[in-house]
């Protein structure tokens, strides 16, 4: 491609350090979609002949079948996928196929499909996201009354229900949607027309090719537009934080489906079993999703870094940022899938979290609480008196609601029986209603919120 100015040909090494064309291959679709829209606008503004164009045209289509029926073929010393597709176009149409790169240099070229693969990218993890929130709210909604433990530093504090533990999730998943969205809203302009680093001459029309291509508008600043990557790093970012989300689910599901915990029975299609222990069904996916968060924020830093020292404009480092962003893409959809399927198909042991909630004195709270209410005692020292009665209730071997009325008043005089509507798990939260409380009223609001907009069917 570059003949006139070289006397010998590339090393063996310098052509294996040079192709890219083993992972851009991906970017098939985008690179011929960018070249018919180049070689359209080209026509349209009588900068390419139409006889020339339609050549073209028609042998980016043959291409593209060719792609879908057999794969990119890969040739090294193609180096990578726009030098391929030309070298096949020249093949299909001879000499007019040398007009297509006319006002375009591969540094736009691959700055406007690395963009385009990037933005499927970011609607294919909304999608998922978005089938991810559909079954956290059907779960919710059946279990917006199951009570739990709810945990910190995972040890017992208050009851709370299994229904907004999940919405808990929801939202989590309802940010990364938003984080998504944003950096495709920024992401969302065409660098084609940019050429190699300062635009060019030719009278181009460079918002009939953006509009062409689904892009806001074109890039507003050639240099710019043919040198940053911050677009898949943004991607990245968004991506690392999606994934930490799904690790943290990962891991409860984890922790859940243990013997000690019993709270869950992970779905068979999502397990897996061990060689050896018979009994054993283990959490493969989940520790999987777990384990690929690291590797997707890994990504991230790997292109932060790639990027950290360049000048402008383009460099043969930008080469090295497709790699970790194809990896994490992928990565994260099957993150995104096997959580999904989790929440899905996984059977709670309701009864065995609501026992979980009652043998951990998660009502104390509620005892302090009453005695402020009822008794106008302050709170530190309703605090105070409610750990005595803790205590005793651990001596005893029994919860909270299993004193007798004589061991409280016992303990303090100013209670009485009245207390005990307040010391069960299901007072605990039923009495929870502050705005984004765990009472399963505001569950089954924040459950109905979600299937309005997630747009489920009643
Ligand atoms: N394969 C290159 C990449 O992915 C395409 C751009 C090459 N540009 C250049 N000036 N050598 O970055």
């Known amino acids: 491609m570059w003949g006139g100015r070289f006397a010998d040909g590339p090393s063996a090494i310098m052509r294996e350090i040079n192709a890219s064309i083993p992972f851009d291959k991906a970017l098939w679709r985008q690179d011929i979609a960018g070249s018919q829209a180049h070689v359209a606008m080209l026509a349209a503004q009588g900068i390419v002949s139409a006889e020339d164009a ?26 990578d996928i726009h030098m391929t597709v030309e070298s096949r176009l ?27 693969w990037v933005r499927q990218a970011i609607d ?67 660098p084609l027309g940019s050429a190699a680093l300062a635009g060019t001459g030719f009278p181009i029309d460079r918002d009939a090719t953006g509009e062409a291509l689904g892009f806001d508008r074109p890039t507003a600043n050639s240099l710019d537009a043919v040198s940053d990557r911050d677009f898949a790093v943004d991607y990245l970012f968004a991506a690392s934080q999606c994934a930490l989300h799904l690790s943290r689910l990962a891991e409860e599901m ?4 243990s013997q000690p915990f019993g709270f869950v029975r992970l779905p068979d299609t999502l397990s897996t079993g061990s060689s050896i222990m018979p009994q054993k069904k283990n959490p493969d996916a989940a520790e999987l999703v777990r384990g690929h968060a690291g590797r997707i924020i890994g990504c991230a830093t790997s292109l932060a870094i790639t990027m950290k020292g360049l000048p402008l404009a383009y460099s043969k480092d930008m080469q090295d940022d497709k790699p970790p962003v194809f990896e994490a893409a992928g990565l994260l959809a099957l993150s995104i899938a096997a959580m999904t399927g989790m929440v899905a198909d996984s059977a709670f042991d309701t009864a065995r979290m609501r026992q979980a909630a009652e043998l951990g004195y ?6 302090a609480d009453w005695l402020v209410r009822e008794a106008d005692i302050p709170f530190r020292e309703a605090h105070h008196v409610t750990g005595a009665a803790v205590k005793l209730a651990e001596q005893r071997g029994v919860a909270l609601d299993k004193l007798s009325l004589d061991d409280l008043t016992a303990i303090d005089e100013r209670i009485d029986a009245r207390v005990f509507d307040a010391l069960s798990v299901d007072a605990s939260v039923a009495a929870r209603t502050s705005y984004g409380g765990t009472a399963p009223e505001r569950v089954r609001e924040q459950v109905a919120a979600a299937r309005e907009a997630l747009g489920m069917e009643e």
């Open 54 to 79: 339609a050549a073209i045209a028609e042998g980016l289509d043959t291409i593209a079948a060719e792609y879908e029926r057999d794969g990119v073929p890969e040739d090294w010393d193609l180096e």
């Open 124 to 190: 294919e993890a909304d999608a998922g996201l978005a089938s991810l929130q559909r079954a956290l709210v059907a779960r919710a909604g059946e279990h917006a009354d199951s009570i739990m433990p709810g945990f910190t530093h995972l040890q017992t504090a208050q009851p709370v229900t299994l229904g907004h533990h999940l919405m808990a999730y929801y939202e989590m998943v309802l940010r990364d949607r938003s984080r998504f969205a944003d950096a495709r809203a920024r992401l969302n302009e065409c």
């Open 254 to 257: 984890i922790v859940w489906a």
């Open 362 to 367: 998660a009502t104390a709270t509620d005892l």
């Open 90 to 116: 020249t093949e299909l149409v001879g000499p007019a196929a040398g007009r297509l790169h006319t006002a375009r240099s591969r540094n736009d070229q691959v700055a406007t499909d690395f963009r385009l």
